[in-house]
C-alpha cells in the first residue's frame, strides 16, 4: 500500500532543503519524480546530487508564483512526463524581520511564494487528478502553521493560511476521491535554519539552538530524512482515507510545554 510505481509526483522547490529528500524518497517508493526550481543554476545542482545519490528526476524551471508560467509548464510536463498524480507544494521562503521593521512588499513576497503559489499549482493540477480519478496533494506547513513567535509574521500568516488551504482543498475535492494533508515539519536541520544553529563566537550553541532542544522531548533537531517516510505515507494508498490533516513531524514538540530550565 506505501508503493508509488506507475505514479508521477512532482515537488516544487526539490532541488534542495527537505524538498530534496521528500522527492527523493517519492523516488525509491516506485514513483517518476518531477523537481521544480526557480532558477537553472540550483536546479543543475539539485539534479547532479540526485544523481550522486542514484537518484533520477525530470527537472523544470518556472515560477511558481507565475500563473501562466505555471500552466504552460504543467502542461509540457504532462507531455513529457506525465499527468501528475503528486503535488508536493514545498517551495517556500522566509524573512526574519520584526514585523514593525518588514515592509509590506516583504511581507507580501513571502505570502506570494509560501500560500499563492501552492493554491496557484492546486489550481494548475486538479483538474487532471479528477479526470484521472483522483490524486494526492501535500501541503509543507509548519511549526508556525500553529505557533506564531518573534521576527516570522509573514511566514506564520502564510503557513497558518496554508493549514486551511490544505483543509479546504480537502473539503471542495474529496470527492472527487482527491486527499490533500499537509506535513508540519518541527525543526529540522537545514541550510534555511542553519542560521538559528550557528556557533557563537565563544564557541557555545546558538540560544535558539539550545531553545529548541528543550522544547522537542526528542532532544533534537529533525532530519530531512525524518520526513521521507511521512512524505511517502501521504503520497501513497495508505493514506486514502486521511484528508484535510495536518502531520506533524515535529519530535513532539507541540504536544510539550518545555524543560524546566
Ligand atoms: C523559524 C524556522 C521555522 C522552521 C519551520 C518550523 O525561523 O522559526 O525557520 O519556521 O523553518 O518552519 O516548522
Not at 521562503?93 to 496557484?120: G, H, N, Q, S, W
Not at 509573514?154 to 494533508?181: F, P
Amino acid at each position: 500500500m506505501f508503493s508509488l510505481k506507475g505514479k508521477v509526483a512532482l515537488v516544487t522547490g526539490g532541488a534542495h532543503g527537505i524538498g530534496y529528500f521528500m522527492a527523493k524518497a517519492l523516488y525509491n517508493a516506485g514513483a517518476t519524480v518531477v523537481v521544480n526550481s526557480s532558477n537553472e543554476a540550483s536546479l543543475s545542482k539539485g539534479v547532479e546530487e540526485y544523481k550522486k545519490d542514484g537518484v533520477t528526476v525530470h527537472g523544470y524551471v518556472f515560477d511558481v508564483t507565475d500563473e501562466v508560467a505555471v500552466t504552460e509548464a504543467i502542461s509540457k510536463i504532462e507531455k513529457e512526463v506525465g499527468v501528475i498524480d503528486i503535488l508536493v507544494n514545498n517551495a517556500g521562503i522566509i524573512k526574519r524581520i520584526p514585523m514593525c521593521d518588514m515592509k509590506v512588499e516583504e511581507f507580501k513576497k513571502v505570502i506570494d511564494v509560501d500560500l499563492t503559489a501552492p493554491f496557484i499549482m492546486a489550481k494548475a493540477v486538479i483538474p487532471n487528478m479528477i479526470k484521472k480519478g483522483g490524486g494526492k496533494i501535500i501541503n509543507v506547513c509548519s511549526m508556525m502553521s500553529e505557533l506564531g513567535r518573534e521576527t516570522v509574521s509573514a511566514y506564520a500568516s502564510a503557513k497558518g493560511g496554508l493549514k486551511m488551504l490544505t483543509r479546504n482543498i480537502a473539503s471542495e475535492y474529496g470527492k472527487y476521491n482527491i486527499q490533500c494533508n499537509g506535513i508540519g515539519p518541527g525543526y529540522i536541520a537545514t541550510e534555511q535554519t542553519a542560521p538559528l544553529r550557528e556557533l557563537q563566537a565563544d564557541g557555545s550553541r546558538h540560544p535558539f539552538d539550545k531553545f529548541i532542544i528543550g522544547k522537542t522531548p526528542a532532544e533534537r533537531w529533525g532530519n530531512p530524512e525524518d520526513l521521507e517516510g511521512p512524505t511517502v505515507f501521504l503520497a501513497s494508498k495508505a493514506s486514502d482515507f486521511v484528508n484535510g490533516h495536518v502531520l506533524y513531524v515535529d519530535g513532539g514538540i507541540l504536544a510539550y510545554i518545555g524543560k524546566q530550565i
